[in-house]
């Protein structure tokens, strides 16, 4: 623009808070994923579980629906911790195909189009790109997972006061197994957006790091005759952790603590992956 125009005049509008910046990148983000019917889909699913775990509940407590229906109260399933830890595990299910759906795409379009020097050159760190991006991930997983967990266990200890007490630790297990399994999927799905540009081959991989990753874990426990094959394995990690937390009888031979130290690790290599990839310039040699 030529000076002598005098045209050009200073942004005086609203400028948005720092600490709150990133959200613009989550209110686009949503936008878009949204947008698909296949996530929507998979959302519906996920709340007809939510909404059957919660009218078995109720059945358990209102003797004139169960005595309309026929049906003896011992033949229903007891709420207790193999109840709520069968909920979460199903939900988990879901939660995986949904960022198989959403998590390539939230990056490598990014990366491909070589947008990030145009994120970067603004006052937006990397911190706050990648939580723009992962908090589509985590709203999105919790509202699967512990958001309804937790407010089908308010809904049975409301409906039966006295079974709160014996079960109080059912709330922390519910909060505690689903933020383990949405962190780290929700961690993997970005390292894998962000170093695989195309959307298809990253959906590839994504399922390759669980199923490859358990067939390589069962073949080191028969070639070693070992039991820490699982430790390669995000799926046996997860299972692991969750049955501790749930007290209930280990899947497999891993101790509890190693599963998490292997967690932990994964995570910490995830984070140093995205580090690496997401700058505002890339060499090539």
Same mark, same amino acid.
């Given at each position: 623009?030529?000076?002598?125009?005098?045209?050009?005049?200073?942004?005086?509008?609203?400028?948005?808070?720092?600490?709150?910046?990133?959200?613009?990148?989550?209110?686009?983000?949503?936008?878009?994923?949204?947008?698909?019917?296949?996530?929507?889909?998979?959302?519906?699913?996920?709340?007809?579980?939510? #909404?059957?775990?919660?009218?078995? %509940?109720?059945?358990?407590?209102?003797?004139?629906?169960?005595?309309?229906?026929?049906?003896?109260?011992?033949?229903?399933?007891?709420?207790?911790?193999?109840?709520?830890?069968?909920?979460?595990?199903?939900?988990?299910?879901?939660?995986?195909?949904?960022?198989?759906? %959403?998590?390539?795409?939230?990056?490598?379009?990014?990366?491909?189009?070589?947008?990030?020097? #145009?994120?970067?050159?603004?006052?937006?760190?990397?911190?706050?790109?990648?939580?723009?991006? %992962?908090?589509?991930?985590?709203?999105?997983?919790?509202?699967?997972?512990?958001?309804?967990?937790?407010?089908?266990?308010?809904?049975?200890?409301?409906?039966?006061?006295?079974?709160?007490?014996?079960?109080?630790?059912?709330?922390?297990?519910?909060?505690?197994?689903?933020?383990?399994?949405?962190?780290?999927?929700?961690?993997?799905?970005?390292?894998?957006?962000?170093?695989?540009?195309?959307?298809?081959?990253?959906?590839?991989?994504?399922?390759?790091?669980?199923?490859?990753?358990?067939?390589?874990?069962?073949?080191?426990?028969?070639?070693?005759?070992?039991?820490?094959?699982?430790?390669?394995? #995000?799926?046996?990690?997860?299972?692991?952790?969750?049955?501790?937390?749930?007290?209930?009888?280990?899947?497999?031979?891993?101790?509890?603590?190693?599963?998490? %130290?292997?967690?932990?690790?994964?995570?910490?290599?995830?984070?140093?992956?995205?580090?690496?990839? #997401?700058?505002?310039?890339?060499?090539?040699?």
């Amino acid at each position: 623009m030529a000076v002598y125009e005098q045209t050009y005049r200073r942004y005086t509008g609203e400028i948005t808070p720092q600490r709150t910046r990133f959200l613009i990148l989550l209110r686009y983000a949503f936008q878009e994923v949204l947008a698909s019917r296949l996530v929507l889909v998979l959302l519906i699913v996920g709340g007809l579980g939510v #909404l059957t775990t919660a009218v078995l %509940i109720y059945l358990h407590h209102n003797f004139t629906a169960l005595t309309a229906i026929d049906l003896p109260i011992d033949r229903l399933v007891p709420i207790d911790n193999v109840f709520f830890e069968f909920f979460l595990r199903v939900e988990s299910s879901l939660c995986f195909f949904l960022a198989l759906v %959403i998590g390539p795409g939230l990056i490598a379009p990014d990366v491909r189009n070589n947008a990030l020097p #145009l994120y970067f050159s603004r006052p937006f760190s990397r911190t706050e790109y990648v939580l723009g991006k %992962i908090g589509v991930l985590l709203s999105l997983l919790s509202a699967l997972t512990w958001v309804p967990g937790l407010l089908l266990f308010l809904l049975q200890a409301g409906l039966e006061p006295a079974w709160l007490g014996p079960h109080l630790g059912l709330a922390w297990a519910l909060f505690a197994a689903s933020v383990e399994w949405i962190v780290v999927l929700s961690l993997l799905t970005l390292a894998i957006s962000a170093w695989v540009k195309w959307k298809p081959v990253a959906r590839i991989v994504l399922l390759a790091v669980f199923f490859v990753m358990a067939g390589w874990g069962l073949a080191i426990n028969a070639a070693l005759d070992t039991r820490w094959g699982g430790l390669v394995s #995000l799926g046996k990690l997860n299972d692991t952790v969750r049955a501790s937390l749930f007290n209930r009888a280990q899947p497999n031979d891993l101790p509890a603590w190693a599963a998490w %130290i292997a967690l932990a690790a994964a995570c910490l290599l995830f984070l140093s992956m995205l580090r690496r990839k #997401l700058r505002a310039y890339e060499v090539v040699r």
